[in-house]
């Protein structure tokens, strides 16, 4: 099973690696083109601007509609494609038109590109949206076309090839769109069961760390009981904090980390109560800011924890949707303090009494 999952995940991972190649060596293609085309011709800068603009155009819009390959396009990004799209075509044209180009070979591979772009965009079943694009593109080559030096101009508003390679590409889509659709629903499937896969591997490697932990501990004193060895004040101490330790592991989960560990193991040492607490509120958020909101409380309770020798600490995570995400309650003498954490990591408030 686990070796499906690394299988899969290295295969997609070069997949998305051999995409990103054909996509760079395209435009770098592109790119060199276009620099060496607009020297031998002379442009000027406002036609280096304009074909400048349109490259920039051409690059985003792939990247829009590239990035989310692996799930469904948004409506979104799919708008969003076909915009840049459509300028692109215009810069393109716009330059053509400026320079007066009597041959508009410099450039047909900028104009091809939306050709490449939006069959890419059909085939993520935007077909539509796609002829809806060719429309305005056809719109802007015959306004601007004329003001070309070229007389080829009409011809090329919507090139041949590039006729057909719209029709075939509209002939999959419609064709096989169930069978486009049924492929990418089955791997959203094989990701959230390799996600599963990788959660269930993880929740393993942290129950097993957690039990040598717990062997490290409790090992030293059940082999003094079990050669016989009287137990003595400390040993029943130190069984006592390391069965509040194992209550941390489980009530206390996702604070379960070296820093809050030792700090809590040295305050209970001392006398002070202290609970750790997690109700899943780190669910709801991505893993960079749960390990923030984690770092910031095992910060503040060390800090609290270090003069403490009695008194009631009560570290807690709140349930999903709450604020403050983090809460920890010092109980000491006369002091009365809770300190409030939002999600960001920063103290929201600290409430003294």
Known sequence: MIAAVETRVERASLTRILI???LAVYFGALGGYTVFSGIGVGFDALCWIGMGIAYLLFVAATIVISVSAADDLTDRRARLTAVLIVAAVAATWASAAHAHASS???YQPMLSTATVVAVILMLRGRVLLVWAVVGADVAIGLILGSFTGSPAWFNAVLPRASLTVLFLATCT??????????????AVRLRADDKDARHRREGVADRDDRIRRIDTRVRPLLSRVADGHTLTDD??????????KLRDGIRGRALDVPRVRTAVWEARRRGVSVSVLDDGGLADLDPDQSATVIDAAAEVLETELSDLSSGDVVARIAPAGREPVATIVVAAGALRRRIELGADGFV???VES
């Not at 889509?173 to 089955?186: F, K, T, W, Y």
């Not at 040993?235 to 509040?244: H, M, N, P, S, Y």
């Open 20 to 22: 990103v190649g054909v």
């Open 104 to 106: 508009l070979g410099d």
């Open 173 to 186: 889509a419609v064709l096989l769109g169930p069978q486009i659709a049924e492929m990418r629903a089955l």
């Open 235 to 244: 040993d029943i101490t130190e069984a006592r904090l390391i069965e509040a």
């Open 348 to 350: 929201m408030r600290t």
